[in-house]
């Protein structure tokens, strides 16, 4: 017999392929208060696969809003080798969304890392310029009306900032690539929004200044940019209150958006961590920002650089954490004042 606890730590979800149970956070659905307030609240770096398991698909559908893939857009995964692209993958994570009444962002564009070797053999900036060309098109028709925000250059500085970072586009293209790199997005999604995606510059000072000076350029010269994602991937200390603050009415100045694209908290210490989960969401939702996302929801996906740190807001069976209850609490409170 189920015994009244049991009872009320599960709820019940109906898939086609039967009913699943999975832990009850007891409060209403992220989504639920983020609608109201007219919030995205996402969960990033989904790996179409984690969907074969129910529990992972049942909570991303009920908590979240929008979704963005993890690895699955970069380069490499999408378009192996020339003119041969992976749409399997992406064309699920879409569905999936559609289903579930979920928006889409599409992450990777161009992404430090995972660039195929059809694309590295090309040295002469014409040939790179119209590969990059040929892939943001193919990437944005196809998706044309499903995915209406995208990262399209991400990690575009030095992590510690210091200048640009010397990836095959800048060797190729020189500091140019990352203005081309949104004309050429403007040019295939006119509709979409387009952000530059960075990290760090939330805890590292010069490193903000020098995005914000990279992107008013953008700016005067009529490069077309939406806005700034920031990834927040953060370690162990919150940022300095005010600094979101600051970013977001330096940026709308600009004209432009401030998102978060990748909120997670690495360190051992689940009090410290809840605690700069309430900070920043607080903070951001205060200061304007309508688009959050996470980096992974269940820290049975996690990616983490500190050994044995939890960052994500779902345990590893999907029960929820002190660090769900903040951010529930954080939407919950707000009030939207614009
Ligand atoms: O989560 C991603 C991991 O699986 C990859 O190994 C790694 C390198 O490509 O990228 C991770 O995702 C990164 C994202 O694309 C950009 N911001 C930092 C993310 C890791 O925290």
Known sequence: MKTFATTIITALIVAAEGVYAFPSTGTTPLRNEAS????????????????????FAAVLANQFNSLSPEN????????????????????RLVNFAEDNNMVVKGHGLISSCCNPDF?????????????????????????????DRWDVVTEALKTQGGGLNNNTFYQVLGPGYIADAFRIARAAAPDAKLFINENLVESLPGKRQELYNLVSSFVAKGVPIDGVALQMHITEVAPKPGVITEMVNSYKALGLEVAIAELDVHT??????????D??????????????????????????????????????CYKPKSEFYATHAALTNFVNRS
């Open 36 to 55: 109201k307030k007219d919030i995205l609240i996402g969960s990033g770096a989904i790996n179409p696969m984690y969907l074969n398991d129910p529990e």
């Open 72 to 91: 699955e857009m970069k380069w490499s995964f999408i378009n192996p080798t020339k003119g041969h692209y992976n749409w399997d993958t992406i064309d």
């Open 119 to 147: 694309l590295l053999n090309i040295t002469h900036p014409t040939a790179f310029r119209t590969a990059m060309k040929t892939h943001f098109e193919a990437i944005m028709h196809r998706y044309d009306g499903k995915i």
């Open 268 to 277: 051992l210490d689940n009090a410290v961590e809840t605690d700069i989960y």
């Open 279 to 316: 900070a920043v969401v607080s903070e951001a939702l205060d200061a304007g920002i309508t688009d959050i996302s996470f980096w992974g929801f269940t820290d049975k996906h996690a990616y983490t650089w500190v050994q044995g740190a939890k960052p994500l807001m779902f345990d590893q």
